[in-house]
């Protein structure tokens, strides 16, 4: 059990003030401050036992790396230096990747770039950042600090060493006299980095990626998590190349090649460099489900599945680190939807899991890990007899019509309209219906269409079944 | 307690006056209310606007960032889009049929989003349409209202020379006359009229009337054809006694000098009764209050289910302060020194419902007495029958009669809006002029062809 100095639980501003004060000592000045803060904590202490319906653990061993809570956040600038990963773990955050370290950079001005949708800004976001512009020297000073000041929070430190060994073996060797917890390998930065022949040029090439992880696991004492790009047909590839190489863990997926956009006055691409622009890396809400489908890929594999895996790729809420971990991530990391709102989320995060938790019955995150895992499966696997039709409760319509519209001009025809003043009337022609979803997507009201189950046959069938038997194909 | 003009000093005026439904403030506020919109299919509030705004395309076009598109889409089926959004009765049209009604969700800001595009494109003076060559037809339009201008600008567009005779100084009709001005100022009134006729083509002759400064026959054989779209105008009057005591005025002649003269230049009383409880009867109680009248008591002979203004105009008159007598008919005007000093009441009750289904008003026999310096007549607008009767045109009550095709009795001569129905909300004349202008394009080619 480490110990903690409660002084150094004070929000940063309090910190420095008692600093001050205790440098002029003026003593007690400074003892208040630490009172009020342990009378404070007091009434938190006291706050948290009235919650006394939080019964889950959601507590997480990562590689033996422990953190209260599984959300950890990325390697990306709000990880880059002791005052923002500082504010992180005030928040709450159970831990940090150290925004990568390694080759000499210098940045461009402007970064980033957004896709909003339908009103709301950053349905997906990207950047052209590369790895920390800060001297090395500084970055590792202040890792130390942090994880002194914090030491029941994980400090996971990202590398991206030039290509030898030598290189990378340094880096290693400084990081791990910081006491971080962990180090990750970045083979999964898509922009700039990648024209020196690192970052996603080594995650992309399986062989490569094997050869560093070699290079890595000769030198390094902590664990080894190996990010993966998501800029390849397939993660398995890679995946299997560095844990074969000795990776301790993998965590996935790092940004997707991207243009987010081109500005319609000045006919550039976003984001703006000096009349130019750069494809960057896509992160955000949008790419959750390509991030959801990589994941599950590494799970499913015989070996990769053997190691740990970080999730990561457009994780907001509660909801979305669930799905992650549902499909196999043991813990996940956080990035756009921190930039978007600040630390703040984290409360709601560790909250809504919690309850999601008891309401399940999960006592601890192992109970959930990798459960919908073996739910994925391949399409000639599926019950051909399961059938659903759409039903549309007539109290609930509001008589949008969007269900109609979508299911007459862009699938089936299976909805009919009865015309009304001002308000149609909407019903599902069970006989057409192929029970597609579309129409129960589009729907704005909350249940108010419902696919119900009609099957075909009791029994399940499946397409090689179906096939083998002679049964009738294309006719609908 | 006397009637007096200039009660208040010109800040509180500027304050009572000024706009009742504010416009977006910015792009922005205008985005966060246009994504709310479904877009939904056959929408209801299409098919709740007289003249069938496609309001989801239009609301669609702001999200878009196409405001051009937008204003278009708007102008297309209503050329007064951008007065309508401000004066239209929304609750019971558009706004009262979108969907998020029946989610118990406040509904799409509708006239607001409208009032965004159109002044967006009146401001920028935007062209929207252009005017074909001139197919060498002329047409004149008696009327420069809302009926009157929807109609010249369909014509103006298909390439007719449209000339339009009013006996008024301005155009827009009882928009500009005859709404009260916390809806719309006369300024905005004036720019809507030149933004209508900036298309070109339309020639409007102010200052000439029907049956004074030309007739009906002249004007039959200068032009190919025709359009009657003069209203109506004559309020109604109570027949009671001392309807002709000082004090005893028309909600109609109240209202246009309001919007004619200046708010100082209007004389309005300390203790007001208004007879009626449409439109009109609530914007002369609200503006009587917003003059600076003490006590503004609207009298209504049906109750609040009878009522023809909506919940929202009500509201806006109770909000202003003004007191409400339901089942209650003007029965006598009392005077002192000819100056009208009180009102005699006679309480009502409901009695058998009408062939339409109203319950009509029976007296109690019960009476009281209110003290009033003013008494404000609403109690609806007559048409003007004494000239369509002179002019031989078939009529109901002084209504014009027309066919299918808005054609009246007389060749080649087209009639629709306020005249036709007997009033109406603004956008049902803008409805009326494009069918009017349709018919009368069909008649004039049906000419050509011959």
């Known amino acids: 059990m480490r110990t903690v100095d409660p002084a150094y639980k004070l929000s940063s501003t309090q910190r420095c003030l008692v600093k001050d004060l205790l440098n002029r000592q003026t003593l007690l000045v400074a003892s208040w401050i630490i009172i009020e803060y342990c009378i404070k904590n007091c009434l938190l202490l006291e706050h948290s036992l009235q919650k006394k319906y939080i019964m889950a653990d959601i507590s997480s061993n990562f590689l033996g790396i422990k953190s209260p809570n599984p959300f950890w956040l990325a390697s990306a600038p709000p990880t880059d230096k002791k005052i923002n990963v500082l504010r992180a773990f005030e928040s709450g955050w159970g831990g940090v990747v150290w925004k990568t370290l390694g080759s000499q950079v210098k940045n461009v001005s402007s970064r980033y770039s957004a896709v909003d949708y339908g009103g709301h800004r950053v349905m997906g976001f990207n950047n052209i950042e590369l790895i920390s512009d800060r001297p090395l020297e500084i970055n590792l000073k202040e890792i130390a600090e942090c994880v002194r000041l914090f030491p029941d929070r994980a400090m996971i430190v990202s590398l991206m060493a030039d290509n030898d060994r030598k290189s990378w073996q340094d880096i290693i060797k400084k990081v791990e006299d910081t006491g971080a917890h962990g180090l990750e390998l970045n083979f999964g930065c898509p922009h700039g980095m990648t024209e020196r022949g690192m970052g996603a040029a080594v995650g992309q090439d399986p062989e490569i990626a094997r050869m560093v992880v070699e290079w890595v696991m000769e030198a390094a004492t902590l664990p080894v998590i190996t990010k993966l790009t998501p800029n390849v047909h397939s993660v398995v590839p890679a995946g299997r190349a560095v844990v074969e190489a000795g990776t301790n863990a993998l965590s996935l997926i790092n940004t997707i090649q991207s243009v987010t956009g081109v500005d319609l006055n000045t006919l550039v691409p976003n984001p703006y460099v000096g009349g130019k622009s750069?494809?960057?890396?896509?992160?955000?809400?949008?790419?959750?489900?390509?991030?959801?489908?990589?994941?599950?890929?590494?799970?499913?594999?015989?070996?990769?599945?053997?190691?740990?895996?970080?999730?990561?790729?457009?994780?907001?809420?509660?909801?979305?680190?669930?799905?992650?971990?549902?499909?196999?991530?043991?813990?996940?990391?956080?990035?756009?939807?921190?930039?978007?709102?600040?630390?703040?989320?984290?409360?709601?995060?560790?909250?809504?899991?919690?309850?999601?938790?008891?309401?399940?019955?999960?006592?601890?995150?192992?109970?959930?890990?990798?459960?919908?895992?073996?739910?994925?499966?391949?399409?000639?696997?599926?019950?051909?007899?399961?059938?659903?039709?759409?039903?549309?409760?007539?109290?609930?319509?509001?008589?949008?019509?969007?269900?109609?519209?979508?299911?007459?001009?862009?699938?089936?025809?299976?909805?009919?309209?009865?015309?009304?003043?001002?308000?149609?009337?909407?019903?599902?022609?069970?006989?057409?219906?192929?029970?597609?979803?579309?129409?129960?997507?589009?729907?704005?009201?909350?249940?108010?269409?419902?696919?119900?189950?009609?099957?075909?046959?009791?029994?399940?069938?499946?397409?090689?079944?179906?096939?083998?038997?002679?049964?009738?194909?294309?006719?609908? | 307690m006397s009637i007096k003009s200039n009660r208040l000093t010109t800040e509180q005026y500027k304050q009572n006056f000024s706009d009742i439904h504010p416009p977006f403030e910015s792009h922005g506020a205008a985005l966060v209310e246009a994504n709310r919109c479904l877009f939904c299919y056959d929408a209801p509030c299409i098919k709740a606007c007289p003249t069938s705004i496609n309001v989801p395309k239009f609301i669609k076009q702001i999200t878009t960032d196409n405001i051009k598109g937008s204003a278009h889409t708007i102008f297309l089926s209503n050329i007064m889009g951008a007065g309508c959004s401000k004066v239209c009765p929304v609750e019971k049209l558009c706004e009262g049929s979108c969907v998020f009604n029946l989610m118990g969700e406040p509904p799409i800001p509708i006239a607001k989003l409208q009032r965004y595009s159109t002044e967006k494109a009146m401001e920028n003076k935007w062209q929207l349409f252009h005017r074909k060559k001139s197919i060498g037809k002329k047409v004149a339009i008696v009327g420069a209202g809302p009926a009157g201008l929807s109609c010249a600008h369909v014509l103006s567009r298909e390439g007719v020379d449209v000339t339009i005779y009013e006996k008024e100084k301005k155009g827009g009709g009882l928009m500009t006359y005859g709404i009260a001005a916390y809806k719309v100022t006369p300024q905005f009134c004036e720019d809507e009229v030149d933004y209508i006729t900036s298309i070109g083509g339309i020639n409007i002759k102010y200052g000439n009337e029907l049956g004074k400064d030309i007739t009906l026959e002249e004007l039959q054989k200068k032009y190919d054809a025709v359009y009657l779209g003069f209203g109506v105008g004559l309020a109604r009057q109570l027949n009671i006694p001392g309807e002709n005591l000082e004090g005893m005025v028309d909600a109609i002649n109240f209202i246009y000098d309001i919007r004619n003269k200046g708010y100082d230049k209007v004389p309005v009383g300390d203790k007001v009764a208004v007879i009626g409880m449409g439109m009109t009867a609530i914007d002369a109680a609200t503006q009587a209050k917003r003059l600076g009248a003490s006590e503004v008591t609207l009298l209504y002979r049906r109750t609040r289910q009878e009522m023809p203004c909506t919940e929202v105009e009500l509201e806006i008159a109770m909000l202003d302060g003004c007191n409400i007598v339901w089942l209650a008919s003007p029965k006598e005007a009392l005077g002192v020194d000819g100056k009208v000093a009180a009102l005699k009441v006679e309480v009502m009750k409901l009695g058998e419902a009408d062939a339409g289904g109203r319950r009509s008003p029976v007296p109690t026999g019960e009476e009281f007495v209110m003290d009033v310096d003013m008494v404000i007549k609403a109690a609806g607008q007559e048409p003007f029958e004494f000239l369509v009767k002179e002019n031989k045109i078939n009529n109901k009550y002084g209504k014009i009669v027309i066919s299918n095709n808005c054609a009246t009795n007389m060749e080649g001569v087209f009639a629709g809006g306020d005249c036709v129905n007997g009033g109406k909300e603004v956008v049902d004349a803008v409805q009326a002029g494009k069918d009017g202008a349709a018919a009368i394009i069909q008649f004039i080619f049906a000419q050509v062809d011959e």
């Open chain 1, 278 to 476: 750069v494809f960057g890396g896509y992160c955000g809400p949008a790419v959750k489900p390509i991030a959801l489908k990589f994941l599950t890929t590494i799970a499913q594999d015989p070996l990769t599945k053997k190691v740990p895996v970080s999730g990561i790729g457009g994780i907001s809420t509660w909801k979305d680190a669930v799905e992650f971990m549902l499909l196999g991530a043991s813990n996940v990391q956080v990035c756009t939807a921190a930039m978007k709102h600040g630390f703040r989320i984290v409360e709601d995060m560790c909250e809504g899991m919690n309850n999601w938790m008891d309401e399940k019955g999960f006592t601890k995150l192992e109970d959930f890990i990798g459960k919908s895992v073996a739910n994925i499966t391949h399409w000639e696997d599926l019950d051909i007899n399961f059938h659903v039709i759409a039903k549309i409760d007539q109290d609930k319509c509001i008589h949008c019509g969007l269900c109609y519209i979508a299911c007459e001009d862009t699938s089936h025809q299976s909805i009919s309209l009865e015309p009304g003043n001002p308000y149609n009337t909407y019903t599902i022609k069970e006989e057409e219906c192929v029970g597609c979803n579309l129409c129960k997507l589009m729907c704005p009201v909350t249940d108010c269409i419902t696919m119900e189950e009609h099957r075909v046959a009791p029994g399940y069938i499946n397409w090689k079944q179906w096939q083998a038997q002679g049964l009738p194909l294309n006719d609908h």
